[in-house]
């Protein structure tokens, strides 16, 4: 099946400091999405976006939509412990009758100590 | 207001034994998904549904069955299990097909 391309696979990053993270694909879609699981738990919606060109916060977390609408960008900023995770993409594509979303293979964020 | 809650949290199986899986969800979602997750391999959707009495098959159907007899719970069967389904699996529902909301997982090995 099809999946997104999401970078960097792994990243290691002292506290304090900004993350950025990307996801492409070869595919067009309407929708943006971005997870964080944590450690046995379940993913947890963080952003949901909907117009390329759109840039939408979470506190200090924001995602945006690539005007080509084949790709995403979520930014994490003064990173702080709790960050630590694995951040996923999802994209649904503009398909009729479409009911399903492609996920990235995620971004494992490590702070240093 | 529970969200998504799965049954069980933990289950071990030796090969060839059968179990369900059980999802529910509070929020009067519509669809159902339900998804494997491998390390390295993200995540991969197994089944989902559209509605109560539908299902349908996603990226790695072999070896699942799923029933939806009710809006609120969604099922996944193993009928004869395989070492191969040792996995972490997840059950997410959603309102209108796009924005996912996860339950906690189910840790299952089989051996």
């Known amino acids: 099946g099809q999946q997104l391309n999401q970078s960097p696979q792994s990243m290691f990053i002292q506290e304090g400091e900004d993350v950025s993270m990307n996801c492409t694909s070869s595919?067009?879609?309407?929708?943006w999405l971005w997870y964080k699981q944590d450690p046995g738990e379940g993913p947890v919606l963080l952003i949901a976006?909907?117009?390329?060109?759109e840039l939408t916060s979470n506190g200090r977390l924001t995602a945006q939509f690539g005007i080509t609408r084949k790709d995403s960008f979520l930014n994490i900023s003064a990173s702080i412990p709790s960050d630590v995770g694995i951040y996923f993409c999802?994209?649904?594509?503009?398909?009729?009758?479409?009911?399903?979303?492609?996920f990235g293979t995620g971004t494992r964020l490590t702070i240093i100590p | 207001n529970a969200g998504v809650t799965q049954t069980p949290k933990f289950r071990v199986l030796k090969t060839g034994q059968s179990m369900t899986l059980l999802c529910a969800q509070d929020?009067?979602?519509?669809?159902m998904y339900w998804y494997r997750q491998d390390p390295g391999m993200g995540l991969r959707l197994i089944h989902y549904?559209?509605?109560?009495?539908?299902?349908a098959k996603g990226e790695v159907p072999d070896g699942y069955n799923v029933s939806r007899l009710k809006k609120q719970n969604f099922l996944l069967g193993l009928e004869s299990a395989a070492p191969s389904q040792t996995s972490v699996y997840f059950c997410?529902?959603?309102?209108?097909?796009?924005?996912?909301?996860f339950g906690p997982g189910t840790r299952l090995t089989v051996l």
């Open positions: 997410a529902s959603s309102y209108l097909a796009n924005e996912q909301f």
């Open positions: 595919s067009i879609f309407n929708t």
């Open positions: 976006l909907y117009k390329a060109g």
């Open positions: 999802a994209g649904q594509t503009p398909n009729f009758g479409n009911e399903k979303l492609t």
């Open positions: 929020m009067n979602h519509e669809y």
């Open positions: 549904s559209v509605g109560e009495g539908t299902t």
